[in-house]
């Protein structure tokens, strides 16, 4: 199965995705799948990746520029090719964005690249020894993928899976000559959407199946509500039977007991350790010492993720004892009305802007509860991450959200998306807040949640394994030898 994506955790991330792309593709490969993962060459992936062995040249199309496939063996013993082309992915900046926050203006140009590398290796073309029987693609940037496959006659089978369906990869009509769009798929039946090339709604339309990461995201997005303009095609392949949720997993590194970034650990059992990293978070962020609870947000600053709830509700929560600790980077508005909340109130709201892993997981450890009062989320790992660290969320019942929060055992939901609704969820968590052994109950359940990628693995196998009519190709014995924990590994070249 070739894993395509623009992101992976300790490469490149920008959100959830980088995750699921570090975690989805190991646990296949454990389950035996045999496994490989395609992602642009970005400065910093070659900036850390020593090693990379050059397998070929890749042709180019249109206006989309020839690159170089490198592959290398991660420590974890999955291979990774990557699509290098210098004057498309070798810059400062996000996945995305530039360091200023705005889109690069070529991204149609660099993740036609990516897929276009996709469908060669897929087809057989790429100067490897090795080809796919099902390709997997993730979002939008890949989304030209099963479109290039099924217009070059490439008959594996493709699965997208919709990690979010806001963001659809949307581009000006004349762009699709510079894409190898062939005229006659430049129509609602193809790549056209409300006038415009969608690389997303491409893959929506070409891939043979489409998941997204929960079962209630599955049924939002064929919603007019929710599904962005989607909703038609969404509710097609669902009739069809063609859409399904499956909800991601969390990496086994959130462990309060072993975190190497945690300052002191913890257990259900033994929760003075929790108390102490709510302690260092207090310190940190200059807030006053305080027995109350302390309210933890890690997150995309982004209008999906209803932080303006927050900065209306700061006032109440404070009010009632609590304190709040945000790590946040997005857009520039969001940061600043934040910190003009955090300047509101200096010695109970504290914010870092940053995208910073070792502080996201201090965060978690230290909070006693997690706010999150997305407007949608597709599955959301930050509330589970949470649960794991016995840091109750607190969260908008919506999407993944709903799906793996347990009301009132594991966490509080609320339905009504308002700074009162958000405060009715935060009302329940003081009271339990005082109620030491139900405080307690609620912890223990939290923390015992498995969230692992195993149940996940075993969903997107039987997948492959229907669309197939077999089992997925599995990984060769040898190679699967290479399988060793990722911490203690160095890098080498695949064989
Ligand atoms: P999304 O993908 O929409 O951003 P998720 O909850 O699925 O939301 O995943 C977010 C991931 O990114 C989590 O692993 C979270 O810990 C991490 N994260 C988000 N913001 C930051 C940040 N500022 N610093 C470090 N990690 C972050
Ligand atoms: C997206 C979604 C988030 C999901 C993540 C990984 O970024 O916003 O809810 O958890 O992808 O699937």
């Known amino acids: 199965m070739l894993f395509v994506t623009s992101e992976l955790a300790g490469l490149a991330k920008a959100g959830g995705l980088g995750d699921v792309s570090a975690g989805l593709p190991l646990a296949l490969r454990q389950r035996g799948v045999d496994v490989r993962i395609v992602m642009p060459a970005y400065e910093e992936v070659l900036a850390k990746l020593p090693g990379i062995e050059w397998a070929g040249e890749l042709p180019g199309r249109s206006g989309i520029p020839t690159a170089r496939l490198g592959q290398v063996r991660l420590p974890d013993g999955v291979i990774l090719y990557l699509v290098a082309e210098p004057s498309l992915f070798e810059r400062r900046g996000t996945p995305y964005c530039t360091p200023e926050g705005a889109d690069w203006h070529d991204n149609h140009l660099r993740f036609a690249r990516l897929s276009l590398a996709a469908t060669d290796i897929a087809a057989g073309r790429a100067g490897l020894t090795w080809m796919p029987d099902i390709v997997h693609v993730n979002d939008w940037p890949g989304g030209l993928t099963p479109a290039y496959m ?55 339309f070409y891939a043979s199946h ?48 072993s975190d190497p970034h945690l300052p002191h650990h913890f257990d259900p059992d033994d929760l003075e350790g929790k108390a102490a990293n709510a302690d260092v978070i207090r310190t940190g962020l200059c807030l006053r010492p305080s ?33 709040i600790a945000i790590l946040g980077l997005g857009d520039p508005e969001i940061e600043h009305m934040l910190s003009r909340t955090s300047r509101r109130h200096r010695d109970d709201v504290g914010v870092l802007i940053g995208f910073n892993e070792p502080m ?32 109750l969320p607190i969260a908008h019942a919506t999407g993944g959200l709903a799906d793996t929060i347990d009301d009132g055992t594991t966490g ?48 997107y196998e039987a997948l492959y394994c229907r669309l197939l009519g077999r089992q997925p190709r599995p990984v060769r014995p040898a190679a699967r030898h290479a399988i060793t924990p990722a911490v203690d590994a160095t890098l080498e070249v695949a064989a």
């Open 412 to 459: 509080f939901l609320f339905s009504t998306l308002t700074p009162e609704g958000l405060m009715s969820a935060c009302h329940r968590a003081f009271e339990t807040f005082e109620n030491e052994a139900q405080l307690a109950e609620m912890r223990r359940a939290a923390m015992a949640q498995c969230f692992g990628w195993s149940g996940a693995a075993a969903e």
């Open 291 to 323: 027995n109350g609870p302390l309210f933890g947000i890690v997150s995309r600053l982004v209008h999906q993720k209803g932080l303006d709830l927050v900065a209306e509700a700061a006032n109440e929560i404070v009010e009632n004892g609590g304190q």
């Open 150 to 204: 099924r217009w070059d006659g490439v008959a594996v089978p493709t699965v997208l899976t919709i990690h979010n369906i806001a963001y659809q990869g949307n581009f000006d009509a004349a762009q699709r000559h510079a894409l190898a769009i062939p005229d006659a798929a430049f129509d609602v039946n193809g790549v056209e959407f409300h006038g415009r090339v969608s690389f997303l709604k491409a893959a929506g």
């Open 210 to 257: 489409v998941t997204t990461v929960s079962p209630t995201y599955a049924r939002e997005i064929t919603t007019e509500t929710q599904g962005a303009g989607l909703h038609g095609l969404m509710q097609r392949r669902a009739a069809q039977g063609e859409l399904s949720g499956i909800v991601n997993g969390i990496d086994e590194s959130w462990n309060p007991g």
């Open 360 to 391: 996201a997981r201090r965060i978690v450890a230290g909070s006693d509860f997690t706010l999150m009062p997305s407007r949608f989320e597709p599955c959301g790992l930050t509330q589970m991450q949470a649960q794991r660290y016995g840091a």
